[in-house]
């Protein structure tokens, strides 16, 4: 019931090429690990084939340098249309290649489309100021692209991610070629497809379907690529970052990992807390950069809210995540199941209360199952580490300003949330905690207005909101000298 695969080429220069090399590797189902498709490999050969294309259709001379700022927006809204058109076939070869639940990823492809509108609707209000110069001068300000950009993405959320990146280099009017993640590189080339038919012209989107360290180092290490923007795990981005200082200084947008925080105070709507610190969590199988991956109870109601938590993931329905009833699929691949259980393990060892799961489901497909630890400290790996699987940590806490300090005591700083009644506890926590993102009384809501982005070891840059295409332009200033004519 794997639906139709059309698209397993690569994409360069708006047509569907296989890799110089001939070669292909397997897409798979993660619900029981069947290969799905073969996907080009593509490697340094065709990353230079795409962004030469890239490079060709950024020329000033070029169709696209030629466009409107109005017809670039007018294009992307018709790429938003194109993608509403096919939600249902995008968010079906997503759940089968991702094991993100239907109903999840049903969302994100909306999300998609709202982002792909957002973008469309910045295209043709980028504009430059007038200066004040001192002497006798006029200045003004021109935001151009800033060129070919490098577009590398995660596994975990791969329709939301190719859609936020390449719609907010194509508004400032950038040229790209992306690189998806090798575990989900199906829908990138369907959503390639549509750019086609959205009239993009050739050479503004490539997708290069493949490795890391052969097609991903290659665009960083690129001297014609002006800029990367990277989606993924902090030791990938720190060596991302090195790479785009070698063959020319690339821009760098890196959007990391997290460790987030979710307090939850005495006063808190228990209910509500142990609803959405489980979905904080647990959603997509925990494979969320920004997952409540660390859970602080007040001490008035930590034995409550512990029986309740495990409760809810007791309840939590496991299944084929293409079952509209289903809430938990497959972890995407076997490595990440094993790592992810593999943590578990330390967290036993470290002496973390398990309270329910901790184990695989079966031996087909990738299933973890709902995991709850109580009794988290501070010291132990699960506390510290991301683990990207659906493993609820919680720790308990006495004050406010104490957890403020458990809170940013790490690395990364991505997101973090409190529940409680009390405006002045919220307001604090939202001034003190380091993190790009602060929910109360909810989490996860994101949305395209909304800036994303980390503090700390959780990335450089913002993606999403009004200034997101910033981060795809260089400011040109323009002096004319003035003399004096009385
Ligand atoms: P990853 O291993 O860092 O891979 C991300 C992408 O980088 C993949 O396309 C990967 O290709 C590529 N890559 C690997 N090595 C490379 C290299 N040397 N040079 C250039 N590219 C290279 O991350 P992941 O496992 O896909 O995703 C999980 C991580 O992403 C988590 O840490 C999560 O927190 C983070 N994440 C962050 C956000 C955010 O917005 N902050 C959102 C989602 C995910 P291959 O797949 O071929 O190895
Ligand atoms: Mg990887």
Not at 141 to 158: R, S, Y
Not at 215 to 236: M, N, Q, R, W, Y
Not at 354 to 373: A, D, K
């Amino acid at each position: 019931m794997a639906p139709e695969i059309k698209y397993t080429k690569l994409f360069i220069n708006n047509e569907w090429v296989d890799a110089c090399s001939g070669y292909t590797f397997a897409a798979y189902a993660p619900h029981d690990g069947s290969v799905i498709a073969q996907v080009a490999e593509g490697d340094r050969a065709d990353i230079d084939l795409a962004v030469t294309a890239a490079k060709a259709a950024f020329h000033r001379d070029s169709k696209w340098r030629l466009l409107d700022a109005s017809a670039r927006g007018r294009l992307l809204n018709k790429f938003a249309d194109l993608i509403q058109r096919d939600a249902q076939y995008l968010g079906e070869l997503e759940c089968c290649n991702n094991g993100m639940n239907i109903r999840m990823v049903l969302g994100i492809v909306q999300k998609g489309v709202n982002g792909a509108r957002y973008a469309a609707s910045l295209a043709d209000k980028i504009q430059g100021d007038t200066i004040p110069a001192d002497g006798d001068l006029f200045s003004y300000t021109l935001k151009q692209p800033v060129g070919v950009c490098g577009l590398i993405l995660p596994w975990n959320a791969p329709i939301l991610m190719f859609v936020n990146k390449v719609c907010t280099a194509l508004a400032a009017g950038c040229t790209v070629v992306v690189k998806p993640a090798e575990q989900t590189p199906l829908t990138s080339l369907a959503l390639a497809a549509l750019l086609k038919e959205a009239g993009v012209p050739a050479g503004v989107v490539n997708v290069v379907t493949g490795f890391g360290p052969d097609a991903g180092a290659a665009l960083t290490h690129h001297p014609d690529v002006a800029k990367i923007s990277f989606t993924g795990s902090l030791e990938v981005g720190k060596q991302i970052q090195q790479a785009a200082g070698k063959a020319n200084l690339k821009r760098v947008t890196l959007e990391l990992g997290g460790k987030s925080p979710l307090v939850i105070m005495n006063d808190a709507d228990l209910n509500l807390a142990v609803t959405w610190a489980a979905h904080g969590v647990f959603g997509n199988q925990g494979q969320m950069c920004f997952a409540a991956s660390r859970t602080f109870v007040q001490s008035g109601i930590y034995d409550t809210f512990v029986k309740k938590a495990v409760e809810f993931a007791r309840n939590i329905k496991i299944g084929n995540p293409s079952d509209p009833n289903v809430d938990h699929g497959p972890q995407v691949d076997g490595e990440i199941m094993n790592r992810v259980l593999a943590y578990i393990e330390k967290g036993k060892k470290e002496g973390a209360r398990l309270l329910t799961g901790g184990n695989r489901i079966g031996t087909t497909g990738y299933y973890v199952e709902p995991t709850v630890f109580a009794d988290v400290e501070d010291h132990m790996t699960i506390a510290k580490e991301e683990i990207f699987g659906p493993v609820q940590c919680i720790f308990k806490f006495e004050t406010l300003k104490e957890v403020i300090d458990r809170a940013n005591n790490t690395n990364y700083g991505l997101a973090s949330g409190i529940f409680t009644k009390n405006i002045n506890d919220a307001l604090h926590f939202s001034k003190h905690v380091e993190a790009g993102n602060v929910w109360i009384n909810t989490y996860l809501a994101s949305t395209a207005q909304t800036p994303f982005g980390g503090f700390k070891d959780s990335g450089v840059g913002r993606e999403k909101g009004v200034d997101c295409v910033e981060e795809y332009l260089e400011i040109k200033t323009v002096t004319i000298s003035l003399p004096k004519t009385f």
